[in-house]
């Protein structure tokens, strides 16, 4: 079955950086599309980037475009989000994600907290 994990999590000061990764498991990851939401307390989750099945294409939500990066290997079944120059509205739970034949998969969540 699609498992999806997330790590890499972790409380940060502003200004700061974390990398997450989500390993994959269960589906040919190569050929899929895959993508990070996240959602902030009290609000509904949103796409925050997505990265095609090659990594030749990525998309990214107008709130963290030119501070987060989404990359993938193939080879590792690995997605990873780099965030740069987080802020406090950037707290979240983020979660990786892919739709398999019209299902759509979640992880469990990864909680990014940034706060001095």
């Known amino acids: 079955q699609v498992q999806l994990v997330e790590s890499g999590g972790g409380l940060v000061q502003p200004g700061g950086s974390l990398r997450l990764s989500c390993g994959a498991s269960g589906f040919s990851f190569s050929v899929y599309l895959m993508s990070w939401f996240r959602q902030a307390p009290g609000k509904e989750r949103e796409l925050v980037a997505s990265?095609?099945?090659?990594?030749?294409?990525?998309n990214y939500s107008n709130s963290v475009k030119g501070r987060f990066t989404i990359s993938r290997d193939n080879p590792k079944n690995t997605v990873y989000l780099q965030m740069n120059s987080l802020k406090p509205e950037d707290t979240a739970v983020y979660y990786c994600s892919v739709s398999v034949w019209g299902s759509r998969y979640w992880g469990k969540g990864t909680l990014v907290t940034v706060s001095s």
């Open positions: 990265i095609t099945s090659g990594g030749d294409k990525t």
